[in-house]
């Protein structure tokens, strides 16, 4: 079992150490007045994750959840544009053995909070997507949903900053996330 991020923001949303790139959609001047930085480092996050539920199955359906974490001003986005809306999405692919679920996490609420707390909202969104993709219609029926739940909930509420930093990332502290087969070509 694989767990992976995928991060999608709004240009609102700088992540840390980021300021001083010439490829923000705003001026330098917005970043020096806005201090608010997504702090986390998702794919810190994956790997371990990924460590901590290796040899681990919830049913042979599934090699992959993807988490589709938005974060984002939505009020500013309006519903639909850019972003799946407050309901969410999931999609499950069997030939793929791959499962995706949105995650929402609201940018005006975590903007300002220390990376602990954010990780926290990560949390929070992860077990709401893991939550979303249980109760759709079209979903895998031997993947072991609550136990998957748990599972995740357990090593992300135990997680400490430092175990998912870039640091320990290129430390090799956790190990990054691998694709699968033909997962990159799609």
Do not use: C
Not at 59 to 85: K, N, R
Not at 112 to 119: E, H, I, S, W
Not at 147 to 170: M, N
Request: no cysteine; aromatic share 12%; net charge positive.
């Amino acid at each position: 079992m694989r767990f992976y991020t995928f991060l999608k923001t709004g240009v609102e949303v700088l992540h840390l150490g980021s300021q001083h790139s010439n490829g923000n959609a705003w001026p330098l001047e917005h970043w020096k007045s806005n201090p608010g930085r997504w702090r986390l480092f998702t794919p810190g996050i994956d790997a371990y994750l990924n460590q901590r539920l290796a040899g681990r199955s919830f049913g042979a359906s599934i090699e992959i959840f993807m988490l589709v974490l938005e974060v984002a001003d939505f009020e500013s986005w309006g519903t639909g544009v850019a972003f799946a809306g407050p309901d969410g999405r999931t999609s499950y692919m069997p030939k793929h053995r791959e499962l995706r679920s949105v995650g929402q996490i609201n940018w005006l609420d975590v903007q300002m909070l220390t990376p602990t707390k954010q990780l926290r909202a990560y949390r929070t969104a992860a077990l709401a997507a893991i939550q979303r993709a249980s109760e759709a219609t079209r979903k895998p029926k031997d993947f072991l949903f609550a136990e998957f739940y748990q599972a995740i909930d357990l090593v992300l509420g135990a997680t400490k900053i430092s175990q998912v930093s870039r640091s320990a990332l290129e430390a090799n502290e956790v190990q990054p996330f691998t694709a699968a087969a033909g997962f990159a070509a799609r």
